[in-house]
C-alpha cells in the first residue's frame, strides 16, 4: 500500500512540474525521495511487533520523526534549520507522552523503562532541570539561546523520544528502527548530490539560492560539519544492514549508499567527520571480524578497498571535489579552525573555573563566551558569532559543571557497556532463569524462536551491538570538534534509543548494572509483552482490578490532558515559528529599504513588531526594532515621527533588550550609543551618566569589542566639553 501511495505521490509532483508549478528538476527529484522515506516510514510502523492502538501511534511518530527530522527546513525563516525541527520534535515528545497517560490509564500498562539506560538518561535530564534554575539567564536556558533552542525543552523532548524508541520496539524491531534511519538519509544525500554537482562540476541545480560561502555540501544542515557528522553517525547501520541483507539486490543497494555516503563525508572536508568515520571503520572491522572470514563478506569488502582507493585517486586529483587545496585542511595556525577550536575550548574550561558546581546554564556558552575569550581570537574573528564551544563534553562542562560532564560522561559509558555486554552476553535459550545458555559471541546462530522467543540469531546480536556501538563513537568523536544542532542531538539520542532496544531485548536492567528488579515483573528476552500488561502480584492485580473500576473517567482525563499539552506545545512553537518567519521577511525588505526605497523601512517595522509580539521574549527583535527606530532618526525624511521620537523609541527598545539578556555587549552598548547621542542633542548629564554605565558593562561583557571603548572616548571628551 506504501508503495502505491509513493508511486502515485511520485506522478502527481512529475505532473506537477510538467504544469510549470515546479520550477526546478531537481527539487522534484528532492521530494519524491522525501516522499519516499515517509511511506517507508508509514509501512514499518505497521510491521512492528504488537499491534495495541496506542503502541502503533507512537512507533508511527517515531519513525516518521527519524525520516523527516533530518531533512526538515524552511528557508523563509531566519533559523532555517532549528525551528522546524524543534517543532516536531518537541510535539512528537507530547504526542508519545500521551500514549503512555493513555496506556498506563486505560490499561494500567506503565512504559518499559528498565532497559539499563534510564538512570543515566533520567540524570542528565534532572539535572538539566537544576541547572535551568540556578541559570544566569533561565528562560534562555528553558527554552534555549536564539539560533540553537539546546534548553531544557529540547532535552526533555529527545529524553522523551529515546525512551519512547526503547519502549516501542521489540528486538526483531531493530533492522525496521536502522532501515528508517538510512532511508531518512536518503533525501539528504540526494540534496548533497545536487549540490556536489554545482561545486565539483559547475552549474545551478541548488533550488534555494543559498546565502552561505561555503564550497562543501551541507544539504539540508546549513553546515558542512553538521552534514558530515550526521552521516558519520548513520554510516555503520548502512554498512551492518549491508552485511545482514539476505538478497543481492537489498546488499548492493545498501552498499551504494553506504559508498555515496562515505564520498559526501569525504566531500564535506570535515576533519573530524573523517576521524569519526575511521574510528567507527575500525569498530566495525574489530566488531565484525568473525563475518569479515566468509567469502560472501571478503567481495563486499574488496569492493569497499576498491571504493576507498578510487576516493583517494579522486581527492588527488580534483582539488575542486573538497572545496579546496588539500594543504589548507591541515593547516593549524593563524586563523584556522583548528586555532579557532582550541581557543573556544580554553574559553569553556575558564568558564568551568568560575562556574564549577552548576555552570551558567544550557545553552548559556554563546551569552558568557565574550567574557572568556582571548585577545588573539578576538582579533582573528572579529565580529564572528561563537555559539558554542564546538565539544559536546565542554558544552556541558561549562554550561552545567563539573556534575553535568560527569553525568554525561555516564550517559556515554552505560550505553557504551551496554553494546559490549549484548556483544559477550550469555543469555538463556528457553527463556529467563533457564540453567542452559547460549554465549552471544562463540556459539553458532539459533534458529529463529530461540533465545528466548525472540527470533533473533546470536549473529545477528553482535551484529547489532557492533553497530550501534561505533554509530554511537562516531557520533562522540564528530562532536568532540563541532557545535551540536537540533538535527544531529535527535539522531545521537535516537541512537541511545535503540541501544536501549538492545539492552531490554538481550537482558534484564537488573543483569546490566545491578538494578533492582520489581517482584513478579517478567521481561524475556523482549524485555516483557510489546501488548499485555507484565504479570503482577497478588496485591498488584487488586490494585489493578480497583483501577478499572475508574478506568472511564481516567481515560477521559488523561485524553483532555494529552491533548491540551499537545495543542499548547503546538500553539507555542508555532508562535516562534511565524516570529522567525516574520523577523526573516523584515530583514529583506530592511536591506532593499536600504538601497533602493527608504520608504520600506516602515513595512519592515511592522513586520519585526508582529515577531516581537509573537514572541516577546527574543531580545534579538527588540535591537532590529531599535536599529530601525535609529535608521528613521537618521533618515527623518522617510518617516513621518520626529528626530526625537524615534531617538526615544530606539532607547526604549534597546532597554527592554539589555532587560532580558543583561549579559550580551550588543545591547549594551547599543543603548549606551543612544543614550549617548540623546545626552548631545538635549545636554543631560543624567543620560550621560547612564550611557556610561551601559557602555562599562558593554566593555565588561567583551572587553575585546572596540565599539564600547569608542563611546566611552566620546563621552569623556563630552564631559570635558
Same mark, same amino acid.
Given at each position: 500500500?506504501?508503495?502505491?501511495?509513493?508511486?502515485?505521490?511520485?506522478?502527481?509532483?512529475?505532473?506537477?512540474?510538467?504544469?510549470?508549478?515546479?520550477?526546478?528538476?531537481?527539487?522534484?527529484?528532492?521530494?519524491?525521495?522525501?516522499?519516499?522515506?515517509?511511506?517507508?516510514?508509514?509501512?514499518?510502523?505497521?510491521?512492528?511487533?504488537?499491534?495495541?492502538?496506542?503502541?502503533?501511534?507512537?512507533?508511527?511518530?517515531?519513525?516518521?520523526?527519524?525520516?523527516?527530522?533530518?531533512?526538515?527546513?524552511?528557508?523563509?525563516?531566519?533559523?532555517?534549520?532549528?525551528?522546524?525541527?524543534?517543532?516536531?520534535?518537541?510535539?512528537?515528545?507530547?504526542?508519545?507522552?500521551?500514549?503512555?497517560?493513555?496506556?498506563?490509564?486505560?490499561?494500567?500498562?506503565?512504559?518499559?523503562?528498565?532497559?539499563?539506560?534510564?538512570?543515566?538518561?533520567?540524570?542528565?535530564?534532572?539535572?538539566?532541570?537544576?541547572?535551568?534554575?540556578?541559570?544566569?539567564?533561565?528562560?534562555?536556558?528553558?527554552?534555549?539561546?536564539?539560533?540553537?533552542?539546546?534548553?531544557?525543552?529540547?532535552?526533555?523532548?529527545?529524553?522523551?523520544?529515546?525512551?519512547?524508541?526503547?519502549?516501542?520496539?521489540?528486538?526483531?524491531?531493530?533492522?525496521?528502527?536502522?532501515?528508517?534511519?538510512?532511508?531518512?538519509?536518503?533525501?539528504?544525500?540526494?540534496?548533497?548530490?545536487?549540490?556536489?554537482?554545482?561545486?565539483?562540476?559547475?552549474?545551478?541545480?541548488?533550488?534555494?539560492?543559498?546565502?552561505?560561502?561555503?564550497?562543501?555540501?551541507?544539504?539540508?544542515?546549513?553546515?558542512?560539519?553538521?552534514?558530515? &557528522?550526521?552521516?558519520?553517525?548513520? !554510516?555503520?547501520? $548502512? =554498512? %551492518? *544492514? +549491508? @552485511?545482514?541483507?539476505?538478497? /543481492?539486490? #537489498?546488499?548492493?543497494?545498501?552498499?551504494?549508499?553506504?559508498?555515496?555516503?562515505?564520498?559526501?563525508?569525504?566531500?564535506?572536508?570535515?576533519? &573530524?567527520?573523517?576521524?569519526?568515520? !575511521?574510528?567507527? $571503520? =575500525? %569498530? *566495525? +572491522? @574489530?566488531?565484525?571480524?568473525? /563475518?569479515? #572470514?566468509?567469502?560472501?563478506?571478503?567481495?563486499?569488502?574488496?569492493?569497499?578497498?576498491?571504493?576507498?582507493?578510487?576516493?583517494?585517486?579522486?581527492?588527488?586529483?580534483?582539488?575542486?571535489?573538497?572545496?579546496?587545496?588539500?594543504?589548507?585542511?591541515?593547516?593549524?595556525?593563524?586563523?584556522?579552525?583548528?586555532?579557532?577550536?582550541?581557543?573556544?575550548?580554553?574559553?569553556?574550561?575558564?568558564?568551568?573555573?568560575?562556574?564549577?558546581?552548576?555552570?551558567?546554564?544550557?545553552?548559556?556558552?554563546?551569552?558568557?563566551?565574550?567574557?572568556?575569550?582571548?585577545?588573539?581570537?578576538?582579533?582573528?574573528?572579529?565580529?564572528?558569532?561563537?555559539?558554542?564551544?564546538?565539544?559536546?563534553?565542554?558544552?556541558?562542562?561549562?554550561?552545567?559543571?563539573?556534575?553535568?560532564?560527569?553525568?554525561?560522561?555516564?550517559?556515554?559509558?552505560?550505553?557504551?557497556?551496554?553494546?559490549?555486554?549484548?556483544?559477550?552476553?550469555?543469555?538463556?535459550?528457553?527463556?529467563?532463569?533457564?540453567?542452559?545458555?547460549?554465549?552471544?559471541?562463540?556459539?553458532?546462530?539459533?534458529?529463529?524462536?530461540?533465545?528466548?522467543?525472540?527470533?533473533?540469531?546470536?549473529?545477528?546480536?553482535?551484529?547489532?551491538?557492533?553497530?550501534?556501538?561505533?554509530?554511537?563513537?562516531?557520533?562522540?568523536?564528530?562532536?568532540?570538534?563541532?557545535?551540536?544542532?537540533?538535527?544531529?542531538?535527535?539522531?545521537?539520542?535516537?541512537?541511545?534509543?535503540?541501544?536501549?532496544?538492545?539492552?531490554?531485548?538481550?537482558?534484564?536492567?537488573?543483569?546490566?548494572?545491578?538494578?533492582?528488579?520489581?517482584?513478579?515483573?517478567?521481561?524475556?528476552?523482549?524485555?516483557?509483552?510489546?501488548?499485555?500488561?507484565?504479570?503482577?502480584?497478588?496485591?498488584?492485580?487488586?490494585?489493578?482490578?480497583?483501577?478499572?473500576?475508574?478506568?472511564?473517567?481516567?481515560?477521559?482525563?488523561?485524553?483532555?490532558?494529552?491533548?491540551?499539552?499537545?495543542?499548547?506545545?503546538?500553539?507555542?512553537?508555532?508562535?516562534?515559528?511565524?516570529?522567525?518567519?516574520?523577523?526573516?521577511?523584515?530583514?529583506?525588505?530592511?536591506?532593499?529599504?536600504?538601497?533602493?526605497?527608504?520608504?520600506?523601512?516602515?513595512?519592515?517595522?511592522?513586520?519585526?513588531?508582529?515577531?516581537?509580539?509573537?514572541?516577546?521574549?527574543?531580545?534579538?527583535?527588540?535591537?532590529?526594532?531599535?536599529?530601525?527606530?535609529?535608521?528613521?532618526?537618521?533618515?527623518?525624511?522617510?518617516?513621518?515621527?520626529?528626530?526625537?521620537?524615534?531617538?526615544?523609541?530606539?532607547?526604549?527598545?534597546?532597554?527592554?533588550?539589555?532587560?532580558?539578556?543583561?549579559?550580551?555587549?550588543?545591547?549594551?552598548?547599543?543603548?549606551?550609543?543612544?543614550?549617548?547621542?540623546?545626552?548631545?542633542?538635549?545636554?543631560?548629564?543624567?543620560?550621560?551618566?547612564?550611557?556610561?554605565?551601559?557602555?562599562?558593562?558593554?566593555?565588561?561583557?567583551?572587553?575585546?569589542?572596540?565599539?564600547?571603548?569608542?563611546?566611552?572616548?566620546?563621552?569623556?571628551?563630552?564631559?570635558?566639553?
Amino acid at each position: 500500500m506504501s508503495a502505491r501511495v509513493w508511486l502515485v505521490g511520485s506522478l502527481l509532483l512529475m505532473l506537477v512540474r510538467a504544469a510549470g508549478f515546479i520550477s526546478s528538476i531537481p527539487l522534484t527529484v528532492f521530494l519524491v525521495s522525501v516522499l519516499g522515506a515517509i511511506c517507508w516510514a508509514s509501512m514499518a510502523a505497521g510491521r512492528g511487533h504488537g499491534s495495541r492502538p496506542t503502541l502503533v501511534v507512537r512507533r508511527t511518530t517515531i519513525l516518521l520523526l527519524i525520516v523527516s527530522i533530518p531533512v526538515l527546513i524552511d528557508p523563509h525563516t531566519s533559523e532555517v534549520f532549528n525551528i522546524p525541527r524543534l517543532f516536531f520534535v518537541c510535539i512528537g515528545a507530547v504526542v508519545v507522552a500521551a500514549t503512555w497517560v493513555v496506556d498506563w490509564a486505560w490499561t494500567g500498562r506503565r512504559p518499559r523503562w528498565l532497559n539499563g539506560l534510564q538512570w543515566a538518561c533520567l540524570s542528565v535530564l534532572a539535572w538539566t532541570a537544576v541547572t535551568t534554575a540556578t541559570s544566569i539567564l533561565p528562560r534562555v536556558s528553558l527554552s534555549g539561546a536564539y539560533g540553537s533552542y539546546e534548553g531544557l525543552e529540547l532535552m526533555a523532548a529527545l529524553v522523551t523520544l529515546a525512551f519512547g524508541l526503547a519502549d516501542s520496539f521489540a528486538l526483531e524491531d531493530l533492522p525496521l528502527v536502522m532501515q528508517s534511519v538510512v532511508v531518512g538519509a536518503g533525501p539528504v544525500l540526494v540534496y548533497a548530490l545536487i549540490q556536489m554537482h554545482d561545486y565539483v562540476l559547475g552549474g545551478h541545480w541548488d533550488f534555494i539560492g543559498w546565502r552561505q560561502s561555503y564550497h562543501n555540501a551541507f544539504a539540508t544542515f546549513g553546515n558542512p560539519n553538521h552534514l558530515a &557528522g550526521y552521516l558519520a553517525t548513520i !554510516l555503520p547501520l $548502512a =554498512v %551492518v *544492514l +549491508a @552485511v545482514q541483507a539476505g538478497d /543481492r539486490t #537489498r546488499r548492493a543497494t545498501l552498499a551504494l549508499t553506504s559508498l555515496v555516503t562515505a564520498v559526501v563525508i569525504l566531500q564535506t572536508a570535515c576533519r &573530524g567527520a573523517w576521524l569519526a568515520t !575511521l574510528v567507527a $571503520a =575500525v %569498530v *566495525l +572491522a @574489530v566488531g565484525l571480524w568473525p /563475518r569479515m #572470514r566468509q567469502p560472501s563478506f571478503r567481495v563486499l569488502a574488496g569492493a569497499g578497498l576498491g571504493a576507498a582507493v578510487s576516493i583517494v585517486l579522486l581527492v588527488l586529483g580534483a582539488q575542486r571535489f573538497i572545496g579546496g587545496k588539500l594543504s589548507s585542511l591541515f593547516a593549524a595556525g593563524g586563523n584556522s579552525s583548528v586555532e579557532q577550536r582550541f581557543g573556544y575550548w580554553q574559553a569553556a574550561l575558564r568558564v568551568a573555573e568560575h562556574h564549577p558546581l552548576v555552570g551558567t546554564g544550557p545553552d548559556t556558552y554563546s551569552v558568557i563566551y565574550a567574557r572568556y575569550q582571548s585577545a588573539h581570537l578576538a582579533a582573528s574573528i572579529k565580529g564572528y558569532y561563537v555559539n558554542g564551544p564546538h565539544n559536546l563534553f565542554l558544552d556541558f562542562l561549562s554550561n552545567q559543571g563539573f556534575p553535568g560532564f560527569v553525568i554525561l560522561v555516564f550517559l556515554f559509558a552505560t550505553a557504551f557497556w551496554a553494546c559490549w555486554a549484548a556483544f559477550r552476553l550469555r543469555r538463556p535459550r528457553s527463556g529467563p532463569g533457564a540453567e542452559e545458555v547460549v554465549d552471544l559471541g562463540r556459539a553458532p546462530s539459533a534458529p529463529a524462536g530461540e533465545g528466548g522467543g525472540s527470533g533473533v540469531t546470536n549473529a545477528a546480536g553482535r551484529q547489532w551491538a557492533v553497530a550501534l556501538g561505533a554509530s554511537l563513537m562516531a557520533f562522540i568523536v564528530q562532536f568532540c570538534f563541532d557545535a551540536s544542532q537540533v538535527g544531529t542531538l535527535f539522531v545521537g539520542w535516537m541512537v541511545l534509543g535503540a541501544i536501549g532496544v538492545l539492552a531490554a531485548g538481550t537482558f534484564s536492567g537488573a543483569d546490566l548494572l545491578r538494578f533492582p528488579r520489581r517482584p513478579g515483573f517478567a521481561y524475556g528476552s523482549l524485555g516483557g509483552s510489546l501488548d499485555g500488561v507484565p504479570e503482577m502480584t497478588a496485591a498488584r492485580g487488586r490494585r489493578r482490578r480497583r483501577r478499572q473500576r475508574v478506568i472511564p473517567s481516567g481515560a477521559v482525563l488523561a485524553a483532555v490532558l494529552g491533548l491540551a499539552a499537545v495543542l499548547l506545545g503546538a500553539w507555542r512553537l508555532d508562535m516562534l515559528w511565524r516570529a522567525d518567519h516574520d523577523m526573516w521577511a523584515s530583514t529583506h525588505i530592511a536591506e532593499a529599504a536600504s538601497v533602493a526605497a527608504p520608504a520600506r523601512g516602515l513595512q519592515a517595522t511592522v513586520l519585526v513588531q508582529k515577531a516581537h509580539s509573537l514572541n516577546p521574549w527574543e531580545p534579538s527583535y527588540l535591537l532590529a526594532l531599535a536599529g530601525l527606530a535609529v535608521a528613521a532618526y537618521e533618515h527623518p525624511s522617510s518617516t513621518s515621527i520626529s528626530k526625537s521620537e524615534a531617538l526615544s523609541l530606539a532607547a526604549g527598545f534597546d532597554r527592554q533588550a539589555v532587560a532580558l539578556d543583561p549579559y550580551n555587549t550588543t545591547p549594551q552598548t547599543d543603548y549606551g550609543s543612544v543614550l549617548l547621542t540623546e545626552a548631545a542633542l538635549t545636554k543631560n548629564l543624567g543620560l550621560l551618566l547612564r550611557a556610561e554605565v551601559h557602555l562599562k558593562a558593554a566593555l565588561r561583557d567583551d572587553p575585546y569589542y572596540g565599539a564600547p571603548a569608542g563611546y566611552l572616548r566620546k563621552l569623556r571628551a563630552m564631559y570635558h566639553g
